[in-house]
T-cell receptor, first 113, second 112 residues
């Protein structure tokens, strides 16, 4: 069974630009969560989608948004990039986003210059 | 979600058992204890979880005290590949869709 895949793996952008990251969950998983990891703040929850609906959201500004498609694939978008958005962005999938374990992808390393 | 406290680091000799403590003194009755680990430059990996009974799987054992205020993750025979940051997370199963609240974790270094 294929694991969670994320594309691209590495990305370099400049301040003010926007970026879209993609996540393909494990087949059959309907919940996709997104996390940001930085050396200073650690792993922080961004949001979670289930059946194309956002069910939960962390404490991030509105520049961070996401969506989920009918095949459960998910994208997250960051607009008006800031230097502080440089981070590893991880997505995780699970059956239902609750009790079941979450499977994480390898992440997308975003560098903002 | 309840807060957890873990030691920032610990060393373990290869082949020996690694016992990782976690304090969650404010845990409530419907909160589960989860353990994940993150090997450098990889996404976190699920290890085990439990509510009040001890749990064991192919990776580890989870021992939860009777009052549920603390728990211990046991890696029975540590290998060099177990070097990672280990996160103890407590979590309700309602109102926390998809959300795992990671703390600083414990950096475990397994030495030859």
């Amino acid at each position: 069974k294929a694991g969670v895949t994320q594309t691209p793996r590495y990305l370099i952008k400049t301040r003010g630009q926007q970026v879209t990251l993609s996540c393909s969950p494990i087949s059959g998983h309907r919940s996709v969560s997104w996390y940001q990891q930085t050396p200073g703040q650690g792993l922080q929850f961004l949001f979670e989608y289930f059946s194309e609906t956002q069910r939960n959201k962390g404490n991030f500004p509105g520049r961070f948004s996401g969506r989920q498609f009918s095949n459960s694939r998910s994208e997250m978008n960051v607009s008006t990039l800031e230097l502080g958005d440089s981070a590893l962005y991880l997505c995780a999938s699970s059956w239902d986003g609750l009790l079941n374990e979450q499977f994480f992808g390898p992440g997308t390393r975003l560098t903002v210059l | 979600d309840a807060k957890t406290t873990q030691p920032p680091s610990m060393d373990c000799a290869e082949g020996r058992a690694a016992n990782l403590p976690c304090n969650h003194s404010t845990i409530s009755g419907n909160e589960y204890v989860y353990w994940y680990r993150q090997i450098h430059s990889q996404g976190p990996q699920y290890i085990i979880h439990g509510l009040k009974n001890n749990e064991t799987n192919e990776m580890a054992s989870l021992i939860i005290t009777e009052d549920r205020k603390s728990s211990t993750l046991i890696l029975p025979h540590a290998t060099l590949r177990d070097t990672a940051v280990y996160y103890c997370i407590v979590r309700v199963t309602t109102d926390s869709w998809g959300k795992l609240q990671f703390g600083a974790g414990t950096q475990v270094v397994v030495t030859p």
